[in-house]
């Protein structure tokens, strides 16, 4: 079973930007697909991003295109999310999720990721 350790949260200003990490365990991280979602308190765990084995296939949500990017590193089973002109909205609990059937699609709901890291915290001041 992949394990999932997200880092780089922090307390930002508007308009600042962060990196998210993500570091997986396991030989066949490059065969999943991998994505980001976040869960502000009070509300349900949304879709922000995923990316395909290969890195070829993207989505994102409508809420962060044009400002965060995906991105995978195989090589060092490592994710990333890009995130720039931060927001106030975009405080939440950022957690990475792994789809552990072999070279899926990048889905954006959660039930179809199995594989799940603890969170870390994004906040964003006005």
């Known amino acids: 079973q992949v394990q999932l350790v997200e880092s780089g949260g922090g307390l930002v200003q508007a308009g600042d930007s962060l990196r998210l990490s993500c570091a997986a365990s396991g030989r066949t991280f490059s065969r999943y697909v991998i994505g980001w979602f976040r869960q502000a308190p009070g509300k349900e765990r949304e879709f922000v991003a995923a990316?395909?084995?290969?890195?070829?296939?993207?989505n994102y949500a409508d809420s962060v295109k044009g400002r965060f990017t995906i991105s995978r590193d195989n090589a060092k089973n490592t994710l990333y999310l890009q995130m720039n002109s931060l927001k106030p909205e975009d405080t939440a609990v950022y957690y990475c999720a792994a789809d552990t059937k072999w070279f899926a699609v990048p889905h954006t709901r959660p039930g179809e990721y199995d594989a799940w890291g603890q969170g870390t915290q994004v906040t964003v001041s006005s």
């Open positions: 990316i395909s084995w290969s890195g070829g296939n993207i």
